[in-house]
């Protein structure tokens, strides 16, 4: 990974796990992880990282995503759409 502060948000994500970030909220859609103004810009990098992580591919359809503990996949585009706002609001 080219970007040292991506891979630092990715090795959070995987050491600290989305579940533990995700903890007593209700996030469906990678769109309620920008908007969860419980949560710090760092903690909702991470769970939008490890969303997009292959390690979260769902098997045999490459462009989506499903974290544990959500109900239904999502497009890896949703994610990085998402991403890209918080990127926004930085």
Do not use: C, F, Y
């Not at 499903?66 to 609001?89: F, Y």
């Amino acid at each position: 990974m080219d970007n040292p502060i991506l891979q630092q948000v990715v090795e959070r994500a995987v050491t600290v796990g989305p579940a533990a970030l995700m903890h007593g909220r209700w996030l469906r859609r990678p769109s309620d992880v920008v908007r969860a103004s419980s949560l710090s810009q760092d903690d909702k990098r991470a769970i939008l990282a490890a969303w997009a992580s292959d390690l979260n591919a769902v098997v045999s359809q490459p462009a989506l995503r499903k974290l544990p503990g959500t109900i239904e996949p999502v497009s890896i585009d949703e994610v990085q759409a998402a991403l890209r706002e918080l990127d926004r609001q930085s």
